[in-house]
Every structure is written in C-alpha cells, then in structure tokens.
C-alpha cells in the first residue's frame, strides 16, 4: 500500500494550519491544474453605469423608436412588405388610438345621468340609448384592433419562418456536418 504522507511522521495532520505555521509559497506537490483555471467574474455588466444626463436619455430613446439603432421597434415590421399588410398595419394602429375613446365617454355620459338625478324617463331613454351606443362602439373597436395585430402578428411570424428556412437552405452542407 502505498505512502502518502509528506512527512515521516505518523500522526494526522490538520486540515487547517495555526497561524504560527509557515505557509509554503510555491506549489505544493499535489497541486491540481484544475484551480488555475479560476477567473474572478466580472461586475461590469451587473454594475449600475454612471449617471447619464436626461439628454442623453432622451437621444437614446429617440434613437431606439425612430429605428437608428441596429435592433429598434419598427424593425419587427420590416418584414411587412406588401401593401396590404402595411395598411392592416396602420388600421391596427388606427384602431388602437381610438379604443380609449370610449372610455371617457362612457364616464361622461353617466355623469348627466347622476347630476341629473332623478332624470325623466324621456331624457333617461336618451341617455342610456347614448350609453349603449357607446358600449357597442367600444366592443367594435376594440375587436377591429385586435383583430388587426393578430394578423399582423400572424403575418410576421410567417415572415420570419420563410426567410429563416430560406438563409437555412442557401448554407453549405460543411455547416450542418458537424
């Protein structure tokens, strides 16, 4: 069997050394390879950056919406190329900004039916058939925008497949022998 003891001696050693002991400065005869290999990771990402000026904010954020950037919103619809979709495009946007039209509608309307409390019936009729108009108004806005970005996002996706199996199929065969 074979020895592996450093010293003659018979006793255990202790794991850690008292603070009178010497430690040895270079490499231990056991030394591993595998703890070299440790790198500090870096904070630099985590780190919060130095304080940037509300201009510079504010030029960043233009910047990332106008599209100046490589990557930017409008960029997802770039792959809308055809007319029809464009137009789709703009009818969902269209149709977004006026589903919060009829919300504060909706608040004014039963506003006068409060202040005017108790109303007459004729002028009660009035009000809730404005109400109801109102009401239904919403749902067919909302539902025309809705509908517009499922199609929208139906129409990028595929989009997106296409040209992604078209750049797969145009690469050489080397890159998928691996």
Not at 71 to 79: C, G, K, N, V
Not at 156 to 170: P, W, Y
């Amino acid at each position: 069997m074979p020895d592996y003891h450093d010293d003659d001696s018979s006793e255990s050693q202790p794991l850690l050394d008292s603070e009178e002991s010497e430690v040895e400065d270079g490499p231990s005869i056991r030394h591993s390879t595998q703890w070299e290999r440790h790198a500090e990771p870096s904070l630099a990402t985590v780190q919060p950056q130095a304080f940037e000026g509300p201009t510079v904010f504010r030029q960043r954020f233009i910047r990332q919406i106008l599209g100046m950037n490589k990557t930017s919103y409008f960029a997802l619809y770039r792959q809308l190329d055809d007319a029809g979709s464009r137009m789709i495009l703009v009818l969902g946007i269209v149709t977004a900004i006026l589903a919060g039209l009829p919300l504060p509608l909706i608040g004014v309307v039963l506003g006068r039916i409060i202040n005017n409390f108790p109303p007459n019936p004729d002028e009660l009729k009035h009000l809730l058939f404005r109400l109801m108009s109102v009401a239904v108004g919403y749902f067919v806005i909302t539902w025309a925008w809705a509908v517009c970005w499922a199609i929208i996002g139906e129409r990028v996706s595929r989009k997106t497949r296409e040209r992604l199996l078209h750049r797969a199929l145009g690469m050489d065969m080397t890159y998928y022998g691996a």
